[in-house]
């Protein structure tokens, strides 16, 4: 668990100094701290078993406000 909180830890500094230039760089580091808290924990532990659900929440959220992003493009554009 230290290492999964060491990576949030340092997601939170990279934000914090305006480091994420790019949505893409942000979901790789995301991505990276849950595949490795799959890869080093047995599937039946509750790391690995929250990082399924923290993941899928993740992406839920991620899709909105994709979405989100997308249609007020279209508003700012004139585009319905």
């Not at 532990?45 to 839920?60: D, R």
């Not at 493009?73 to 585009?79: H, I």
Request: hydrophobic share 30%; glycine share 2%.
């Amino acid at each position: 668990m230290d290492a999964l909180c060491s990576d949030l830890s340092t997601m939170e500094d990279r934000l914090q100094r305006r480091e994420y230039v790019k949505l893409t760089e942000f979901v790789a580091d995301m991505t990276k701290i849950f595949d490795n808290c799959r890869y080093y924990n047995p599937s039946d532990s509750p790391f690995y078993q929250c990082a399924e659900v923290l993941e899928n929440f993740f992406v839920q959220k991620l899709k909105c406000f994709k979405a989100s992003r997308s249609h007020n493009n279209k508003l700012q554009s004139g585009t319905s």
